[in-house]
């Protein structure tokens, strides 16, 4: 293999990582790719199934995405998910400009506090269903939108004055539970906008799979940016993974996963996605053209899901060794995060949970970085003063 890439100045150099599952909110979960499967429907009961499994075998965090497809909308699962979970971070995902600012920010103080805490954000850009706008547009709006959270959280009073919002309001109908900034912020897009967006003001930089020498150097000019603002961030890594007790095992299962798609078909389900034309898919799709002839974008990390699907492309294929290595050189790179997922996802977790996740050094990131406060913090939806 090749040298480990030099890790960039990252904010939690502890070597513990936050280990997180996938929820599939979006109608896309298979067990052949591009071939639907009735009892694998996006239902609550299906959903549900999935995070308590999760939540059962020590992920400490779960991605919740949000699209216009057939599941379940974020927050309301989120909402139902947080009266059923105990340990378990929810990643929402939050798509700017969809809800009005403030009004954002109050149901997401719900939200946290129905968690104590438990809630992460996951900022998206994307265009709205139905809508289109330019990339420097949907950037302008989720900057203002983060801002407006941020004050919500932070400050007596909402004072913004931007090009697409403002606002003067009292920010307690707004106050989180989580102390100290609020919920944490992860996000990923590769364009310059994007990069720039994340290392002012998020705190989690989401990558999907690539080599380790084009995560490394996405990672260094991240890192370079947030340093321009006086700040450091982490970084995350979005992936599947197909997990054998042999590596002939685990290449026959990817196989099998590719054994009955239809071309045609599989694109036509893999653009019903809002990010399917993103730079992000565009990059995947583009690297998938110098794979080997078995989809191989480098050892044991195979682009073939990418066929079928939108989004993250790529998954780690190999026996419990041969991932739980991958995993560590990502860790020496400097990656904190990692969102897994499999197909299909209940028991695929159930592998990764048994062979390969009780060797990894877990932190919830929230914790560490003293987000979520150890007892009941003082705000107006708890002890605070009531006006």
Request: with cysteine; net charge neutral.
């Amino acid at each position: 293999m090749n040298p480990i890439p030099k890790a960039p100045a990252i904010r939690s150099e502890n070597p513990a990582v936050e280990v997180s599952w996938f929820c599939d909110l979006c109608n896309g979960d298979y067990e052949y790719l591009g071939v639907p499967d009735g009892s694998l429907r996006s239902s609550f009961e299906h959903c549900s199934d999935i995070i308590r499994l999760a939540d059962e075998l020590g992920y400490q965090n779960i991605l919740l995405p949000s699209s216009y497809q057939t599941g379940q909308d974020t927050l309301t699962f989120a909402a139902a998910a947080s009266q059923f979970t105990k340990q378990i971070s929810l990643l929402t995902a939050i798509r700017c400009g969809e809800i009005h600012p403030p009004m954002l920010a109050r149901t997401l103080s719900t939200l946290d506090h129905m968690l104590k805490g438990r809630l992460n954000i996951n900022i998206i850009s994307s265009d709205l269903p139905g809508t289109q706008r330019d990339s420097k547009t949907r950037y302008e709006i989720s900057k203002e939108v983060i801002q407006i959270l941020q004050q919500g959280w932070t400050r007596d009073q909402i004072k913004f004055q931007g090009k697409h919002y403002q606002f003067d309001l009292p920010s307690d109908p707004v106050k989180s539970y989580q102390q100290n900034g609020g919920p944490l912020l992860y996000f990923g897009g590769i364009s310059p906008d994007a990069r720039t967006l994340c290392a002012e003001f998020c705190d989690v930089f989401l990558m999907w799979p690539e080599t380790e020498e084009r995560l490394a150097d996405t990672m260094k000019d991240l890192s370079v940016r947030a340093a321009s603002f006086g700040r450091t961030i982490d970084f995350g890594l979005r992936i599947h993974l197909i997990v054998r007790d042999t590596e002939k095992e685990a290449r026959d299962a990817a196989k099998q996963l590719l054994s009955k798609i239809d071309i045609e078909r599989a694109n036509d389900i893999k653009h019903r996605a809002l990010d399917s034309n993103s730079a992000g898919v565009l990059r995947q799709d583009d690297l998938r053209k110098s794979a080997d002839p078995d989809l191989f974008i480098e050892p044991m990390v195979w682009s073939g899901i990418g066929l079928a699907r939108s989004g993250c492309g790529s998954a780690i294929v190999g026996t419990p060794e041969q991932v739980y290595e991958k995993i560590q050189r990502y860790i020496q790179m400097g990656i904190r995060a990692f969102i897994f997922s499999g197909y299909p996802l209940i028991e695929e977790s159930k592998l990764f949970a048994k062979s390969v996740l009780p060797k990894l050094q877990t932190i919830n990131f929230a914790e560490a970085q003293n987000r979520k406060p150890n007892g009941i913090p003082v705000t107006p939806l708890t002890t605070g003063e009531r006006k």
